[in-house]
């Protein structure tokens, strides 16, 4: 089994900053893909942000220019840097691990954290 922790959600004012942080453990072989997903109240989850073990990121156009993904691999630990945060930024995010938890596995798992909540004021 693998867990997810996140953390660094909170209130911030328009045009505030904030830093989520997921921190994976468990059996894990290897890290596929990491990303980000936020559901606002009331409507679908969406994609925010992704990054594969190959380099490449990929964006929601919403926060292109504002957010940066990032990752530590060393502590398993994928971030969110989100600056210059609208109201419309206002959900719940959750993090999201694709991995391969042995050399012997046939397929990848996906791991999804708790969620934090960001709440932009306006």
């Known amino acids: 089994q693998v867990q997810l922790v996140e953390s660094g959600g909170g209130l911030v004012q328009p045009g505030g900053s904030l830093r989520l942080s997921c921190a994976a453990s468990?059996?894990?072989?290897?890290?596929?893909?990491m990303g980000w997903y936020r559901q606002p109240p009331g409507k679908q989850r969406e994609l925010v942000a992704a990054s594969t073990s190959g380099g490449t990121t990929n964006y929601a156009d919403s926060v292109k220019g504002r957010f940066t993904i990032s990752s530590d691999n060393a502590k398993n630990t994928v971030y969110l840097q989100m600056n210059g945060l609208k109201p419309e930024d206002t959900a719940v995010y959750y993090c999201?691990?694709?991995?391969?938890?042995?050399?012997?596995?046939?397929?990848?798992?996906?791991?999804w954290g708790q969620g934090t909540q960001v709440t932009v004021s306006s």
């Open positions: 999201n691990f694709v991995v391969r938890r042995a050399h012997w596995s046939t397929s990848p798992a996906t791991y």
């Open positions: 468990g059996s894990i072989f290897s890290i596929n893909a």
